[in-house]
T-cell receptor, first 114, second 111 residues
Framework: DGGITQSPKYLFRKEGQNVTLSCEQN?????MYWYRQDPGQGLRLIYY???????QKGDIAEGYSVSREKKESFPLTVTSAQKNPTAFYLC?????????????FGSGTRLTVV | DAKTTQPNSMESNEEEPVHLPCNHS???????IHWYRQLPSQGPEYVIH???SNVNNRMASLAIAEDRKSSTLILHRATLRDAAVYYC????????????FGQGTRLTINP
């Protein structure tokens, strides 16, 4: 079955360390997105990419970096510059050429800084 | 991005219909109205979307006001599995078409 896979499900990081969250999709979707969710809050957009080798900052990109070397993959790196990285991170994708389709979300990675 | 306004929480009983309202008075002509729901510790799930006409699918119905300044997501017969946070989102068909999430409505279903 097609879908989005995020790994790992839970991640612990020491302060000052960079960490990379994986997001892979086999839906042949063009665009991919990273969102952050804090407890009791809605989702906020970190980065998005509409084509390979191109990406744009979202509303809260500071302290994060991404790459899009393959259509299927959009990893997110949480750098030591991110002041408060503990959150639930969600990856999403969608096809660009039709308004008929919604976004497909992964099941998320819960990052905790210890 | 145009904003939406939803009640923070709603409660209903199992097997009864649920009407979840959403106000979007600044909606533009190119904005689609999307609904997603999020179960605890999971990613959001697409529910339904529409532009001007009412829409039905296997999960729900979407009723859109004639002036498009409000809409209502209708769950015809709620089950306990419908307990979730429901997000009403406007998605611009121009540009990057980002989804901008608000706080959503937390729906509780009583057995």
């Amino acid at each position: 079955d097609g879908g989005i896979t995020q790994s790992p499900k839970y991640l612990f990081r020491k302060e000052g360390q960079n960490v990379t969250l994986s997001c892979e999709q086999n839906l042949n979707h063009d665009a991919m997105y990273w969102y952050r969710q804090d407890p009791g809050q809605g989702l906020r957009l970190i980065y998005y990419s509409q084509i390979v080798n191109d990406f744009q900052k979202g509303d809260i990109a500071e302290g994060y970096s991404v790459s899009r070397e393959k259509k299927e993959s959009f990893p997110l790196t949480v750098t030591s510059a991110q002041k408060n990285p503990t959150a639930f991170y969600l990856c999403a994708s969608r096809k660009l050429d039709s308004s008929l389709y919604g976004y497909t979300f992964g099941s998320g990675t819960r990052l905790t800084v210890v | 991005d145009a904003k939406t306004t939803q009640p923070n929480s709603m409660e209903s009983n199992e097997e009864e219909p649920v009407h979840l309202p959403c106000n979007h008075s600044t909606i533009s002509g190119t904005d689609y109205i999307h609904w997603y729901r999020q179960l605890p510790s999971q990613g959001p799930e697409y529910v339904i979307h529409g532009l001007t006409s009412n829409v039905n699918n296997r999960m729900a119905s979407l009723a859109i006001a004639e002036d498009r300044k409000s809409s209502t997501l209708i769950l015809h017969r709620a089950t306990l599995r419908d307990a979730a946070v429901y997000y009403c989102i406007l998605r611009d068909q121009q540009g990057a078409q980002k989804l901008v999430f608000g706080q959503g409505t937390r729906l509780t279903i009583n057995p």
